[in-house]
């Protein structure tokens, strides 16, 4: 059974990290680009990164240079490295999966699983 779930949200400070991990049971990460998504508060989710099976890295133009996506595809798990957070980075974060063993991938590409997110909230 194919399942993402996402894990190491919470409160933190503007200027803050924070790092947050994707447990892609079920997935073999050869074959799966995993992205990483956020929903804000009244708006609609957003790509911020992907990693492909080649492990080509793509961002967002609002978290490039600060976020950092990778992966262990031995414990098939995908991370996001979160620093100088702002308080805009608040959200819902979400990780999704698109089949294919593509080298490239697109931060808003089509996907076909989604976990059930995970809250980052950056307030002082």
């Known amino acids: 059974q194919l399942q993402l779930v996402e894990s190491g949200g919470g409160l933190v400070q503007p200027g803050g990290s924070l790092r947050l991990s994707c447990a892609a049971s079920?997935?073999?990460?050869?074959?799966?680009?995993i992205g990483w998504f956020r929903q804000a508060p009244g708006k609609d989710r957003a790509g911020i990164s992907c990693?492909?099976?080649?492990?080509?890295?793509k961002y967002a133009d609002s978290v490039a240079g600060r976020f950092t996506i990778s992966r262990d595809k031995a414990k098939k798990m995908v991370y996001l490295e979160m620093s100088d957070l702002i308080p805009e980075d608040t959200g819902v974060y979400y990780c999704a999966s698109t089949y294919g063993r593509y080298i490239y991938c697109q931060v808003d590409g089509q996907t076909d699983h989604w976990g059930r997110g995970t809250q980052v909230t950056v307030s002082s």
């Open positions: 079920g997935f073999d990460l050869d074959f799966y680009t």
């Open positions: 990693i492909s099976p080649f492990d080509y890295t």
